[in-house]
């Protein structure tokens, strides 16, 4: 295993190749300017091992603050990446869901008009790698919607990506980092506040689930304001058959009338190492501090 345990940084073309026999641990912060470039590589080995994987800790990050024209790379198992440097980068994703994209550096989503990634009818099927970074202050307002959140639909990986602040307002299938998951989801979390004046599936990072969620969690206050509000949770809506939750968590306080978790609302599919502390209130029937 390779371990990054002190800052790096560099301002030339240079490019900085970690390349494992198992995996890399990056606990501290990688900054490169100008043209620089990273190379990420593990389980690179003739001996079958394929457990390694890359992750970051600590609340450390990989990012690039040459900006778009810089001609600065990530390559990942042999993949090269592209840097999202913007909002509107991001916002782009929409035109090409199935292909692989790096969050740059730390994002403000201060005053974006936001459209969820993906739909249920043509979710996104790529890799979207946030590198440990962070998209700010983002308010996403469709309240007469289904499949919201900054993913509306996914079914391939999302991972490493913090969403802090902002908020979310839908209508079913809502949640801050994606309304519909049924892919990958790893290492990630919101503070997002989500909201809902009616539907069903509503939760602080993912409102409909049937894909993996592991190491992540919420702690956004969840409202669902409205008679019919059902399946509402602190971390997930609805957990789905098919759906793993694992080594996760919601702190946020939780509010809807059926079905109603301070974890996830409902719960068909398997939750393993997870926990809830936020108040629930319920306005109907089914509510538990667990899942409903």
Do not use: C
Request: negative net charge; glycine residues 18%; hydrophobic residues 40%.
């Amino acid at each position: 295993d390779i371990l990054i345990e002190s800052a790096l940084s560099w301002n030339s073309g240079a490019t900085l190749t970690l390349d494992a026999y198992r995996g890399i641990a990056l606990d501290a912060n990688i900054t490169v300017a100008g043209s620089g470039g990273v190379v990420l590589k593990t389980n690179d080995n003739t001996d079958g091992i394929t457990s390694g994987d890359y992750g970051f800790g600590n609340g450390a990050s990989l990012s690039f603050t040459g900006g778009s024209g810089s001609g600065a790379s990530l390559s990942i198992n042999n993949t090269p990446y592209t840097l999202l440097y913007s909002m509107s980068d991001v916002q782009d994703i929409n035109s090409a869901l199935a292909d692989h994209y790096a969050l740059a550096s730390a994002l403000d989503g201060t005053s974006v008009s936001w459209t969820p990634i993906g739909s249920q009818a043509n979710p996104f099927t790529g890799v979207f790698e946030g590198l440990g970074n962070t998209i700010s202050n983002l308010d996403i307002d469709a309240s007469a919607s289904s499949y919201v959140g900054l993913f509306g639909a996914s079914s391939g990986t999302i991972r490493d990506i913090g969403l802090v602040g902002g908020s979310v307002t839908g209508n079913s299938a809502v949640g801050a980092l994606a309304g519909a998951n049924t892919g990958t989801i790893l290492n990630a979390y919101s503070t997002s506040d989500v909201h809902s004046d009616g539907g069903a599936d509503i939760g602080g990072l993912v409102g409909d689930n049937s894909g993996a969620i592991t190491r992540a969690y919420a702690t956004g206050t969840i409202v669902g304001t409205g008679t019919t509000n059902s399946h509402v949770g602190g971390l997930v809506g609805f957990n789905q058959v098919g759906g793993v939750i694992s080594d996760a968590y919601a702190t946020g306080s939780v509010t809807g009338a059926t079905n109603v978790g301070g974890l996830v609302g409902a719960n068909v599919a398997t939750i393993t190492n997870a926990y809830a502390t936020g108040a629930v209130t319920v306005a109907i029937v089914g509510a538990g501090g667990l899942a409903a």
